[in-house]
């Protein structure tokens, strides 16, 4: 099974792109981040086109995830548990039905800026929300991928300049404490499962030339229970999806998963 966790930056501006990737990469699931559209306004027929089950939690212009599955999905859930009155659609889940079942959670993670501020005190109180998710994950001693944009740099390493982000709510130390208390709890981060070292990133401004340069950061991930943990059999970044033509400014983010 493979699944990609892909931040489209905008279905509007980028569905001939996503159908060209969905085409030709043809990922067993898909979770897109920052759809920035209602529900009623996704192309959904020409996903489903491609063969493709899809769900999705929107929000007109701002934030919104999606599930598309070539397999069968079952046990739909929208927004992240422990605050009712969160309006911003940042969460998704399903069961994704292959030779194994496992628990899938599409997420789009508060930015978080300016720091220190409100918007800094919702990512933490949100990561705060995520780390009881998690854990209940956890207790349901099952297959489980947490993936998205976490907005969350964890090392210096996955950034090309990390001292330009010091300051910045993606590399504050609050975030990244937040982020180790969610890992501690059991889970593994898959890109550092299997690639080691600096240089590899998923996101690159669309400013000064950045992805020619190189000069990006990592805060796409996948997240995975023991029991996904087992089955993980490896994990890459699609960068050279960021050199196409009105590219997002991530890029897809793989696992694979014997399952």
Known sequence: MRIATFNINGIKARAELLLDWLSEARPD????????????????????????????????GFNGVAI???LPLEDVTRGLPGDAGDEQARWIEATVVGTRAVRLCGLYLPNGNPAPGPKFDYKLAWMARLQARASALLNAEEPAVMAGDYNVIPQAQDAARPEAWREDALFRPETRAAFRRILNLG?????????????????????????????????????????????????????????????????????????
């Open 29 to 60: 699931v898909a979770l897109l981040q920052e759809i920035k559209s209602v529900d009623e306004a996704f192309p959904r027929g020409p996903i489903e086109d491609l063969g493709y089950n899809v769900e999705t939690h929107g929000q007109k």
């Open 68 to 70: 598309l599955s070539r």
């Open 187 to 259: 889970f593994t981060e898959a890109f550092r499962g299997r690639v080691q070292g600096p240089g590899h990133y998923s996101f690159w401004d669309y400013q000064a030339g950045a992805y020619d340069r190189n000069d990006g950061i990592r805060i796409d991930h996948h997240l995975l229970s023991p029991q996904a943990a087992d089955l993980l059999t490896d994990c890459w970044i699609e960068a050279e999806m960021r050199g196409r033509e009105k590219p997002s400014d991530h890029v897809p983010v793989w696992i694979e998963l014997d399952a």
